[in-house]
C-alpha cells in the first residue's frame, strides 16, 4: 500500500481525536435516547448529556447554556443568525455591513437577502487582511441592523479586532456577529468581553465530528431576536427545530473541553511549527506571506509563489503532502482566491498560492519533509518555466 501524504489541510477539516471519539461512542448504542422524549430513563440520559454539553460550550465562550443553539455546522449557524436577523429585525433596517474576505456561508446568505431588497456593504480589508475600523465607522448608518465579521479567515488565518468591533457595534445600538468556526478552541473568545451578539461555531476544525455546530444567541443587553430558518418541532427555543443529534453534540462538547484544557501549549507549538516552515520556505526567494506575519490563527500558513503555475504546484505537491490553495469550500471552483484578490494579490500569484494548515498530530519532521519536498518541487517547476519562455524567444 502506498504511504498516503502528510497531512497539512487542517483548516478544511481534522481527524477526530481518540478522546473525542471515546466519548462518543456510548451515544450511539447505549444511550441512544432522544433528548426531547422526557418521559423514560433513555430520554432522561440523553437530555442530560445534551445539557452537559451546552454548559460546556457555553463556558468556553462566556456565555450561559441557554445562549447555545445547536446546529448541523457553523454554515447553518451562518444563515440561522444572518438570515434570521434580517427577517426580525426588517422593520428596523435594511443595510447589513460585512468584508470581503469572508467565507461563503456569510457572503452567500448576503447575496441572498440583496436579492430579496436588503443593501449589504462590503467593507475591503487592508493589505494584510484585517479590517480598517475607521472604515467600518464610516459605513455605518441609522437602518444599519447587522454587522457580520470572521473571527479567524479560514484562508489566511488573519485574526479579526474583534472587541473593538464589538465595541463600534455596542454604541451604535448594531447586532455583531462573527464566524468563529476557525477560532473555537484556538484562541480566546469572550462573548461579553468583546460584545458578540451572534457567534457561530463547528466542531469539525477542532478534532470533533462533522455535522455538528452551534450558534451563540444573546439573550441579554441587548435580548437578539431571530427568525427561525428551519421548522416543526420548536426545538431549541424555537430558533432550530429538528432532533438533536446526542453523539456529534457530546463530541463537540468534549473536543471543545480538550482543545481549551491545552490551547497555550499548542498555541505555541504550531506557531513554532509554522515559523519552521515559513523559514525554510523563503529560502527559495520570490515567496510572499499572505495575511497578517503575526495576528493570525498559530498553525496557518499561506504563501504565493512568484514564477509557477498554481495548478502544476499543487500536483506537485500533493505526493508528499495534502494542502490546498483556499478554503475547501470553494476549491472546486476554477477560479483566483476571493481573499487573496482582496489582499491585492495578482490573479496569477492567487492561483499560485498555497494554505499549509498545520495541527495536533503534525511533527516537527513532517514539517521539514515538506519544506523540502515544496522547495523541490517550486525549483523544478521555475526550470520548467524559464525553459519554456526560452523556447518561445528563440522560436
Known amino acids: 500500500m502506498l504511504q498516503r501524504p502528510i ?94 474576505t469572508e467565507h461563503n456561508a456569510v457572503l452567500d446568505p448576503c447575496g441572498y437577502l440583496q436579492n430579496l431588497g436588503f443593501e449589504v456593504t462590503y467593507l475591503p ?49 448594531i447586532i455583531f456577529h462573527t464566524d468563529a468556526a476557525q477560532a473555537i478552541g484556538k484562541i480566546p473568545l469572550d462573548v461579553k468581553e468583546m460584545n458578540i451578539d451572534l457567534l457561530s ?20 443587553d441587548p435580548r437578539v431576536k431571530l427568525a427561525a430558518q428551519i421548522h416543526g418541532g420548536g426545538h431549541e427555543r ?46 527559495v526567494g520570490d515567496i510572499f506571506l499572505n495575511g497578517h506575519p503575526t495576528q493570525r490563527l498559530p498553525g496557518n500558513l499561506n504563501v504565493s509563489v512568484e514564477g509557477v503555475d498554481g495548478q502544476a504546484l499543487l500536483l506537485g505537491l500533493q505526493q508528499v503532502v495534502a494542502v490546498s490553495s483556499g478554503s475547501a469550500c470553494t476549491s472546486a471552483k476554477i477560479a483566483p482566491s476571493h481573499v487573496l484578490a482582496s489582499l491585492g494579490r495578482s490573479e496569477k500569484l492567487a492561483y499560485a ?24 518541487t517550486i525549483k523544478s517547476l521555475r526550470q520548467v518555466s524559464s525553459l519554456s519562455q526560452k523556447s518561445k524567444v528563440n522560436n
Open 353 to 376: 498560492s498555497v494554505r499549509f494548515g498545520i495541527g495536533r498530530f503534525n511533527t516537527a519532521t513532517e514539517i521539514d519533509i515538506v519544506a523540502e519536498h515544496a522547495i523541490a
Open 238 to 283: 424555537g430558533m432550530r427545530s429538528g432532533t438533536l443529534y446526542t453523539p456529534q453534540i457530546v463530541g463537540f462538547a468534549k473536543a471543545v473541553e480538550v482543545a481549551l484544557a491545552e490551547i497555550e501549549s499548542e498555541a505555541k507549538r504550531l506557531t513554532s511549527l509554522r515559523e519552521r516552515l515559513w523559514q525554510k520556505l523563503q529560502t
Open 125 to 173: 480589508v487592508n493589505t494584510d487582511g484585517i479590517i480598517d475600523l475607521t472604515a467600518l465607522e464610516t459605513a455605518l448608518r441609522s437602518d444599519t441592523i447587522l454587522v457580520s465579521v470572521m473571527a479567524a479567515n479560514n484562508e489566511i488565518g488573519v485574526l479579526q479586532p474583534l472587541a473593538k468591533i464589538g465595541e463600534i457595534c455596542k454604541e451604535n445600538s
Open 201 to 220: 461555531l463547528t466542531a469539525h476544525k477542532i478534532y470533533g465530528p462533522k455535522g455538528i455546530g452551534a450558534l451563540y444567541v444573546r439573550r441579554r
Open 7 to 100: 497531512y497539512l489541510d487542517c483548516n478544511a477539516t481534522t481527524p477526530i481525536d481518540q478522546r473525542v471519539l471515546k466519548t462518543m461512542l456510548p451515544y450511539f448504542t447505549e444511550y441512544f435516547g432522544n433528548p426531547a422524549s422526557i418521559t423514560h430513563q433513555y430520554g432522561w440520559e440523553a437530555e442530560a448529556a445534551v445539557k452537559k454539553a451546552r454548559e460546556i460550550l457555553a463556558s468556553a465562550i462566556n456565555a450561559t447554556p441557554e445562549e447555545i443553539i445547536f446546529t448541523s455546522g457553523a454554515t447553518e449557524a451562518n444563515n440561522l443568525a444572518i438570515k434570521g436577523v434580517a427577517e426580525a429585525y426588517f422593520n428596523k433596517g435594511k443595510q447589513i455591513i460585512t468584508i470581503a
